[in-house]
């Protein structure tokens, strides 16, 4: 039987670096009606449960050092705890989210006057777009989703504001609406997914880009494993996700477990409540 290679030498390759997050407080938080297959309204879910979750990731992301932004919960919007979808900011310019389902069609315009507030160079989108949801930034590309929610003359109108190349990537499974439920950036560089939730074409453009990528296997998919947020060193991740876990460990990453369980029940992780401001 052979060594792995001593975890020591792999985590001195995983430096971290400081963050900015916007994320919205669940406290109109309900299943109310079903967007995504996740979603059971005679099901339902419980607001203060969602809460209780909500600030225990608030609290991983602040004992990491990184800085916790808050934007205004709204009454009706019970989604709007996913600030993931609310924009794409990359570089202090605001891309706006355009729902693809009327049912959060007003979350758009809240985040995205958040950011007009604050002076923030801000675009209305033209097309339909979920924000980070879809788009997830790397150093030198953009990586993002189409199939179930984001159109891809979003990704011409996102590459086109923000400057950097995006590379649109098709989603084939509908429990994996979004980009961010099946794919996390590690770093700039390099990244972790779950491949079956990919099209043939697209699966080969992330072995050619990622040939050293995370590979995740169903089950951390189905428990919303991939819907992580690493600050380049420390991976936040649910803790159902034990296979995954392990081989991020192995690969010399810091895991911090959480319990959203209230929150999948929408079909959202912690990525889903964490809108990177960079
Ligand atoms: N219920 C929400 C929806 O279907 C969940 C969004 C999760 N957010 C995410 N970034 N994947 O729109």
Request: charged share 15%; glycine share 4%.
């Given at each position: 039987m052979t060594l792995l290679p001593s975890p020591e030498t792999a985590t001195s390759g995983h430096p971290s670096t400081a963050r900015h997050y916007l994320m919205c407080r669940?406290?109109?938080?309900?299943?109310?009606?079903?967007?995504?297959?996740?979603?059971?309204p005679a099901r339902g879910a419980d607001a203060a449960t969602a809460v209780r979750q909500w600030e225990a990731l608030r609290q991983a992301y602040e004992s990491l050092g990184h800085t916790v932004s808050l934007i205004d919960p709204i009454e009706g919007?019970?989604?709007?705890?996913?600030?993931?979808?609310?924009a794409l900011v990359v570089e202090g310019r605001v891309y706006g989210a355009r729902f693809a389902h009327r049912e959060r069609a007003a979350e758009g315009p809240a985040y995205l006057r958040w950011f007009a507030d604050r002076g923030y160079e801000t675009l209305e989108a033209s097309f339909t777009n979920e924000g980070e949801g879809d788009y997830l930034t790397l150093d030198d590309m953009i990586l993002a989703g189409t199939g179930f929610r984001t159109d891809v003359a979003a990704h011409m109108e996102a590459q086109e504001f923000l400057g950097r190349p995006v590379v649109t990537l098709r989603l084939v499974d509908p429990r994996f609406y979004h980009l961010d439920t099946a794919l996390f950036p590690l770093d700039g560089r390099n990244v972790a997914y779950?491949?079956?939730?990919?099209?043939a074409g697209s699966r080969r453009v992330l072995e050619r880009l990622f040939p050293d990528a995370v590979l995740a296997s169903a089950a951390d998919a189905e428990v919303l494993g991939l819907n992580a947020v690493s600050d380049g060193r420390n991976v936040v991740v649910n803790v159902e996700a034990t296979g995954l876990s392990l081989e991020l460990k192995r690969r010399g990453y810091e895991v911090v477990p959480v319990d959203l369980s209230e929150l999948r029940k929408s079909g959202g992780g912690p990525k889903c409540c964490t809108l990177e401001i960079r």
């Open positions: 669940p406290e109109f938080f309900a299943v109310s009606y079903s967007i995504n297959p996740w979603m059971d919007l019970p989604d709007m705890v996913f600030a993931a979808n609310g779950y491949p079956e939730a990919f099209s």
